[in-house]
């Protein structure tokens, strides 16, 4: 492992979510660490302050430092950047976040995890697995991991799992994966990639660079297509099909149960699995890790171990709290199959409760390539509330907006409605739920962007309505 002392590492927007992880890691393997941001997780960004790390709010020329020995910069940091222009004037290192993460790992054997859907679940578990194991494993995760509430773990073990982010084909800058994962691939980040073709062939590519295991979800076309151009006993595929796949799965009071079959005739590997997560999305996540399991050679009574004790990465169907018994939750869930995924979770754990998903949708470009796939995925919704674009910097496109989506969800739902900025319309969507929800009622809060503030807000701000509704009634409760 690289641990150089001396060396003074800067990074231009250190509050992302990636680049928190690689800042984090730098002061724990010794490196100097500063950097700027213009938002982030504030428990992360303190825990990096506490660390060491000298942070700046905003961005300024001045906050280059003349010792720095690289500036590492994500695909999220415009060209024009004051202080990327800054550092090319003054001739500093400049590194992609993906290839500080490369030189980071360069001392471990690499797990590499990408897909469209359920990397940082899917990291995470495998993470977890291992350090049950006794692995001790550094582990890098696109979300805070809530058992070592960082989205990092330092670990000295020999392995390193780390989640490939695929939105920028950065992903390919690891020069080093042992086992390669792509959980699934669907349509996504088309603006960078164009064509499904360049999108499957990214992932290809991403999964030759293995040199012991490629492990595939068996979901769309591009498995099926990937194993048939490349066969090798180094592939496995999960799933409903393929070499380890799932039967039996139940819900459970706390996650879900299921066994694990190999591809041979009742061949059984694993039963009874007790995973502390909800839905069959979150099963196949798990098949990633036995995968893993049985390419190291994991024991049983780990794998069991590891997925009874596993606490979800927050965003994840987290719950904020409650309010006169509505219950609220968190999720990161911003395309049609997550939201499906979530809702078929929810759906089949809560059977009786009344469910009301409130969407924030990410990005005008996502809505622009998968409007029509929006409007059909909150079938197991009761309820659609629907927030405006979270633009994350992009300009509006002509014809994407909610209101678009409002229209075109109409034809599969009775029950969708549209409200303004949530933090400026809170009281009218508080009342809102008030009038429409009974106790046990479940609301979810989905989405990439600000939503997440919604639902910590929510419970109190419901509280007050409910108070406010109950004196309107009796003026005697107002007291109580």
């Given amino acids: 492992m690289i641990k150089k002392k001396d060396k003074h590492i800067y990074f231009i927007g250190i509050g992302g979510i990636g680049m928190s992880a690689l800042a ?41 430092p003349k010792d720095a020995t690289y500036i590492v910069v994500s695909s999220s940091i415009p060209q024009d950047n004051v202080e990327l222009v800054e550092a090319k004037k003054h001739n500093k290192v400049i590194l992609h976040r993906s290839e500080f993460l490369d030189q980071i790992i360069s001392g471990y054997q690499v797990i590499a995890v990408s897909g469209t859907h359920g990397k940082t679940t899917t990291t995470a578990l495998i993470g ?16 805070i991991m809530p058992l070592y509430k960082s989205n990092v773990r330092q670990g000295h073990g020999p392995w390193a799992v780390v989640e490939a982010d695929e939105s920028d084909g950065t992903f390919l800058n690891l020069s080093r994966i042992d086992i390669a994962i792509v959980t699934n691939v669907e349509p996504e980040h088309m603006e960078f990639y164009g064509t499904e073709e360049n999108l499957f062939s990214f992932f290809s590519k991403f999964l030759l660079k293995a040199s012991q295991k490629r492990i595939l979800g068996h979901l769309g076309t591009f498995c099926d297509g990937f194993i048939k151009q490349n066969h090798s006993i180094m592939n496995v595929v999960y799933g409903l099909q393929g070499t380890l796949r799932c039967k039996n799965v139940f819900p459970r009071a706390q996650g879900t149960q299921f066994d694990v079959h190999t591809e041979e005739p009742n061949s059984l590997v694993l ?26 050679g994991i024991g049983v009574m780990e794998v069991r171990k590891a997925f009874s004790t596993f606490k979800s990465v927050q965003r994840r169907l987290t719950y904020t709290g409650s309010s006169h ?4 939750l968190d999720d990161y869930a911003h395309h049609p ?14 059977p009786k409760q009344k469910i009301f998903i409130i969407f924030q949708p990410h990005r005008y470009t996502r809505l622009h390539h998968l409007m029509d796939l929006f409007a059909e995925s909150f079938g197991n919704a009761d309820e659609v509330i629907l927030l405006p674009v979270y633009s994350a910097g992009e300009l509006p496109l002509e014809g994407v907006s909610s209101d678009v989506l409002f229209k075109k969800i109409q034809d599969f739902h009775k029950k969708v409605y549209i409200f303004s900025q949530w933090n400026l319309s809170l009281p009218d969507l508080c009342d809102h739920i008030v009038r429409f929800t009974t106790p046990e009622d479940l609301i979810v809060c989905c989405g990439a962007g600000d939503i997440t503030h919604l639902a910590y807000a929510l419970p109190e701000a419901l509280e007050s309505v409910f108070t406010e509704v109950k004196a309107a009634v009796n003026p005697a409760l107002a007291w109580r």
């Fill in 24 to 64: 984090r890691i730098s002061l724990e393997q010794g490196y100097q660490v500063s950097g700027s941001t213009l938002s982030g997780e504030e428990s992360l960004l303190d825990s990096l302050e506490k660390l060491g790390a000298h942070l700046y709010r905003g961005h300024d020329a001045a906050y280059i």
């Fill in 128 to 143: 977890h697995m291992l350090d049950v194991a006794g692995y001790d494993p550094l582990i890098v995760a696109g979300g």
């Fill in 271 to 296: 039963e009874g699995l007790e995973l502390r997560l909800q839905g069959i999305h979150n099963v196949y996540n798990a098949l990633a890790a036995v995968a893993v399991a049985q390419a190291l």
């Fill in 325 to 328: 018994g509505v219950h609220i």
């Fill in 337 to 350: 199959t997550e939201i499906k995924a979530v809702l078929e979770a929810l759906r089949c754990h809560n």
